[in-house]
T-cell receptor, first 113, second 115 residues
Framework: SAVISQKPSRDICQRGTSLTIQCQVD?????MFWYRQQPGQSLTLIAT?????????ESGFVIDKFPISRPNLTFSTLTVSNMSPEDSSIYLC??????????FGSGTRLTVV | AQSVTQLDSQVPVFEEAPVELRCNYS??????LFWYVQYPNQGLQLLLK??????LVKGINGFEAEFNKSQTSFHLRKPSVHISDTAEYFC?????????????FGKGTKLTVNP
């Protein structure tokens, strides 16, 4: 499958600060997806990042809170801005390949205190 | 829009017993279907997928699933489970558009295998 490297793997942050999560893929992909998994919950899509254009956000997620960059076909970042304890979640990036379908990074476990 | 219903939030079974985790989906278009496993404090691992072709799909760790279009189901089965299969299992669906569409997840089924 596509190998996805996601950093950091975990972090503890103070409320009001921001954290940028990086996602690096070992092959070129058109679409990259960012998901959130709140404690004890399923995964919810935050946004879809297409190289060279603005990310497309799902209902309930806004660019000011979750800005995304997609500078090339193998890399993307998600920033969680002005964090509050409610942002404590696992954040995962995902890509599609024809051979393997949707592959996920190992996730970033964020705790906001 | 697609939706996924995992009918059981928790499934306890004894080791070496068979198990079935149920998944139903709703969609007005052709779909891709997936099962993922999440072990405690770990990321998501793909168990198996249905993109096209044979409706019986075999995955890793002895799991298999059958796509039933008439019943809009994609149930996951294993004939004999191990303690190590204890994990959360997620069923997911996307439009069959070659990866340009998002995955929609079910709420998950927590499988607990007891000795």
């Amino acid at each position: 499958s596509a190998v996805i490297s996601q950093k950091p793997s975990r972090d503890i942050c103070q409320r009001g600060t921001s954290l940028t999560i990086q996602c690096q893929v070992d092959s070129q992909v058109t679409m990259m997806f960012w998901y959130r998994q709140q404690p004890g919950q399923s995964l919810t899509l935050i946004a879809t990042a297409n190289q060279g254009s603005e990310a497309t956000y799902e209902s309930g997620f806004v660019i000011d809170k979750f800005p995304i960059s997609r500078p090339n076909l193998t890399f993307s970042t998600l920033t969680v801005s002005n964090m509050s304890p409610e942002d404590s979640s696992i954040y995962l990036c995902s890509v599609w390949t024809v051979s393997y379908g949707y592959t996920f990074g190992s996730g970033t476990r964020l705790t906001v205190v | 829009a697609q939706s996924v219903t995992q009918l059981d939030s928790q499934v306890p079974v004894f080791e070496e017993a068979p198990v079935e985790l149920r998944c139903n989906y709703s969609s007005s278009v052709s779909v891709y279907l997936f099962w993922y496993v999440q072990y405690p404090n770990q990321g998501l691992q793909l168990l198996l997928k249905y993109l096209s072709g044979s409706t019986l799909v075999k995955g890793i760790n002895g799991f298999e699933a059958e796509f039933n279009k008439s019943q809009t189901s994609f149930h996951l089965r294993k004939p004999s489970v191990h303690i190590s299969d204890t994990a959360e299992y997620f069923c997911a669906v996307s439009e069959a558009q070659g990866g340009s569409e998002k995955l929609v997840f079910g709420k998950g089924t927590k499988l607990t295998v007891n000795p």
